[in-house]
């Protein structure tokens, strides 16, 4: 929401350069910030439904079951955040139907596919949603223009590219490891810190286009 002005500022006294530079910096960081969230949400959800629900009835088999589709639902975060710079570029550009339209057509296909869907469960209507939210997200930003140039440019595709990569790698090497500190609690905190850190070691090597760590002298 606090973006919304100064965009609609941006287009207003037309500075479409500069816009255009908001929008991808704006994009790659969300990118960036959400994949370190989603990234921790899946690799940690074991641990945080088994904190959340402790004092519950909730068997190892509920914390199980319950862990698999917040795995499924992080990866939503994602695109959901996207989402919003993205509508709020196309709003400050008056295209207000567009977005309007594509989304209510991505919810009716959507509950079209869960009616028809052959596996009724959560785990099974969770991918489908979500699968249709990325989908939504990637159509509506590769259809983004600013003056007829494309906001999803070379630099942000490498952006978006390397923290896809970076997630990888990182929940890779996680899982393979199995790290067990003997205690929930820190599991999920040093778990966080390791894929925190992982991902600031990565983008201070392999540098960004639109998303800099700018060392302090």
């Known amino acids: 929401v606090a973006s919304y002005?100064?965009?609609?500022r941006l287009f207003v006294d037309k500075k479409f350069d500069e816009l255009k530079k908001i929008i991808?910096?704006?994009?790659?960081?969300?990118?960036?910030?959400?994949?370190?969230?989603?990234l921790i949400l899946i690799i940690n959800s074991q641990e945080i439904i088994s904190i959340v629900y402790e004092r519950g009835r909730f068997s190892n088999a509920d914390v199980i079951r319950v862990s698999s589709i917040m795995k499924i639902v992080a990866l939503g975060v994602i695109p959901w955040s996207v989402n919003?710079?993205?509508?709020?570029?196309?709003?400050?550009?008056?295209?207000y139907w567009f977005p309007v339209g594509i989304g209510t057509l991505g919810t009716l296909v959507t509950t079209f596919a869960l009616l028809v869907s052959n596996n009724a469960n959560?785990?099974?209507?969770?991918?489908?949603?979500?699968?249709?939210l990325w989908a939504y997200s990637a159509f509506m930003l590769c259809s983004l223009k600013i003056e007829g140039e494309s906001?999803?440019?070379?630099?942000?595709?490498?952006?978006?590219?390397?923290?896809?990569?970076?997630?990888?790698i990182i929940y890779a090497v996680l899982i393979?490891?199995?790290l067990d500190f003997g205690n929930t609690i820190f599991n999920l905190i040093?778990?966080?810190i390791i894929v925190i850190f992982?991902?600031?070691?990565?983008?201070?090597?392999?540098?960004?286009?639109?998303?800099?760590?700018?060392?302090?002298?």
């Open 5 to 8: 002005p100064t965009l609609s």
């Open 24 to 38: 991808r910096t704006q994009l790659s960081s969300l990118f960036l910030f959400n994949a370190v969230m989603a």
């Open 84 to 95: 919003q710079i993205v509508n709020r570029s196309y709003y400050v550009q008056k295209r």
């Open 122 to 132: 959560e785990i099974n209507y969770s991918i489908i949603i979500i699968s249709f």
């Open 151 to 168: 906001v999803l440019n070379r630099n942000l595709i490498y952006d978006i590219f390397l923290y896809l990569l970076f997630s990888g």
């Open 176 to 178: 393979n490891l199995n």
């Open 190 to 192: 040093i778990t966080s």
């Open 198 to 217: 992982s991902f600031l070691v990565s983008t201070s090597i392999i540098r960004m286009n639109y998303v800099e760590f700018k060392r302090r002298k």
